[in-house]
């Protein structure tokens, strides 16, 4: 049973000893000769800002299209590192503030070797793979959610709802991201160096006599006959 009250009710019901404004009525109520506001430092606030779901969905299409032009052209290395970037701040900046718990690390880790496996050592797109793409989705929306015991607490519903549709948000950007690089890739800066082109067509032996004979007979028609 999860109970729920505001200010008055807390202080009614003697949940609450009383309600401050700001810090010289905290001084006061609790008759102290100072009080000390601990401002978060420069790391905390970038985590924070990296928490904050819409650049976690951001960071996710980073991370999947910078692996997949990886893969699609082996041996860039900026695209692979600019995914790897994006995998640690996508993991870590959580762990700083506080918010992901290890298993959510575990969890990714796991589904991020399950669909590799799947990708490079048994090629499909099976049940593993699927996996591997869920327990990834799970592990990248718990970690930025307060939890109880390991699960999202009950009063996080909000939250947890808005984490799991910025990052479907970003999975769905990745897939246009894949097409993107797919179909225009020839025509993107850098990457259309590493696409490989159709020759021009070579012409058939009789397409070579065919146009020689026709330069001879066009030089006889235009040599003047002299009488």
Do not use: C
């Amino acid at each position: 049973v999860l109970f729920r009250s505001n200010q008055t009710e807390a202080i009614d019901f003697k949940l609450s000893h009383g309600t401050v404004r700001d810090e010289v009525e905290l001084q006061k109520f609790l008759s102290a000769s100072s009080v000390v506001r601990f401002d978060p430092t420069w790391s905390e606030a970038i985590a924070a800002w990296l928490t904050w779901t819409p650049i976690r969905a951001a960071l996710v299409v980073i991370f999947f299209v910078g692996l997949f032009v990886e893969m699609q052209f082996t041996g860039l290395i900026v695209p692979g590192v600019v995914a790897a970037i994006a995998l640690v701040l996508l993991l870590a900046a959580p762990f700083v503030i506080g918010l992901a718990e290890t298993w959510h690390l575990v969890v990714f880790v796991l589904g991020m070797i399950a669909l590799f496996v799947e990708i490079f050592i048994t090629p499909g797109f099976g049940l593993l793979g699927i996996a591997g793409i869920v327990m990834m989705f799970v592990g990248l929306v718990l970690a930025v959610v307060p939890s109880t015991h390991g699960l999202p607490a009950q009063e996080m519903n909000a939250l947890l709802q808005q984490s799991a549709i910025w990052t479907l948000l970003g999975i769905f950007g990745s897939g246009f991201g894949f097409f993107a690089v797919s179909k225009y890739a020839g025509q993107i800066p850098v990457l259309n160096r590493l696409v490989l082109r159709n020759p021009p067509p070579t012409p058939s032996p009789v397409e070579i006599l065919g146009a020689s004979s026709s330069r001879s007979e066009e030089h006889t028609s235009e040599t003047p006959v002299t009488l």
